[in-house]
């Protein structure tokens, strides 16, 4: 199956700042060429679900506790779960949870 869309939590912009900042401060990225990956992003539809906050003492502590993940994993996890899209990952914590869950993995 085909997804035209990509959705994910609010947070995740902070993140993948965090991500690229991390890169070129150990050595793994120059800024041109993470500026260069940070610019192909924009190319691709992605939804940012805004009501991730208000998830988070809700739905998100319950993921969390149920599948023994952090609250981090489980945003993405209530996610994925909640519009009914494949959690994309290559982790096996994210996967054994999504496995757990029910959720449809994505994997290149």
Known sequence: MIYSTAAVPILWSIQIA??????EVQ???TQAKIETFLDGLCQFRIH???STP???WGDLLSV???HNVSIYVAAYLELALR???PLA??????VNAAHSAGAPILTP
């Not at 990952?89 to 994210?94: I, L, M, N, R």
């Open 18 to 23: 965090e991500w690229a900042r991390d890169a």
């Open 27 to 29: 050595g793994r990225g």
């Open 48 to 50: 940012v679900d805004r």
């Open 54 to 56: 208000f998830r988070a």
């Open 64 to 66: 969390a506790r149920t």
């Open 83 to 85: 519009l009914k899209l």
């Open 89 to 94: 990952t290559t982790d096996a914590t994210w």
